[in-house]
T-cell receptor
Framework: QKEVEQNSGPLSVPEGAIASLNCTYS??????FFWYRQYSGKSPELIMS????GDKEDGRFTAQLNKASQYVSLLIRDSQPSDSATYLC???????????FGGGTRLMVKP | GAGVSQTPSNKVTEKGKYVELRCDPI?????LYWYRQSLGQGPEFLIY????????DSGLPNDRFFAVRPEGSVSTLKIQRTERGDSAVYLC???????????FGSGTRLTVV
């Protein structure tokens, strides 16, 4: 079992819809959770971080964390074609600083 | 600098050659990380520096890979006797605090032919 798992997609949503991206992790002591966006041919860009159970909203993005279920998600409201990218979930799985990344979910927003 | 700078952006080398990849982190960031990313996969951890020392090198795949950060700023990833399987994008990232998110550089695309 991989430490951080994501459905590779592609996840296809129409413009204006809500895109829901999911991630599960295996290490129960994980403390920090991040979502990165990666456009094709570019490097990952940090878009959200979440450290405690519940929801965290930033503009059109909402990160949700459920430590009991070892589950973190990212919701993108009013999806735009410019949101089309690969979304990477990253988890701090030990006491150090190193992040473990999932394989990413490719999101396609169709006009 | 304003962002994480990586050079070169592209490197093509012949199998068996030695390569060096450079990373200049954000000024003041004490933590520096090297990852590599193959097509269609997430970044894979290689090594983490806190200051000048390698705090965690558990991700280095074998002894052909080595990294240094002699003055606690710029880091160099060194790959000896390159193999075609080393072809990937090598990403460098830095962060200012423990447990925080990283800022990535634009990466070095290494192609071993």
């Amino acid at each position: 079992q991989k430490e951080v798992e994501q459905n590779s997609g592609p996840l296809s949503v129409p413009e204006g819809a809500i895109a829901s991206l999911n991630c599960t992790y295996s290490d129960r002591v994980s403390q920090s959770f991040f979502w990165y966006r990666q456009y094709s041919g570019k490097s990952p860009e940090l878009i959200m971080s979440i450290y405690s159970n519940g929801d965290k909203e930033d503009g059109r993005f909402t990160a949700q964390l459920n430590k009991a279920s070892q589950y973190v998600s990212l919701l993108i409201r009013d999806s735009q074609p410019s949101d089309s990218a690969t979304y990477l979930c990253a988890v701090n799985t030990n006491a150090g600083n190193m992040l473990t990344f999932g394989g990413g979910t490719r999101l396609m927003v169709k006009p | 600098g304003a962002g994480v700078s990586q050079t070169p952006s592209n490197k093509v080398t012949e199998k068996g050659k030695y390569v060096e990849l450079r990373c200049d982190p954000i000024s003041g960031h004490t933590a520096l990380y090297w990852y590599r990313q193959s097509l269609g996969q997430g970044p894979e951890f290689l090594i983490y520096f806190q200051g000048t020392g390698a705090a965690d090198d558990s991700g280095l795949p074998n002894d052909r890979f080595f990294a240094v950060r002699p003055e606690g700023s710029v880091s160099t990833l060194k790959i000896q006797r390159t193999e075609r399987g080393d072809s990937a994008v090598y990403l460098c990232a830095s962060s200012a605090d423990r447990g925080g998110g990283y800022t990535f550089g634009s990466g070095t695309r290494l192609t071993v032919v």
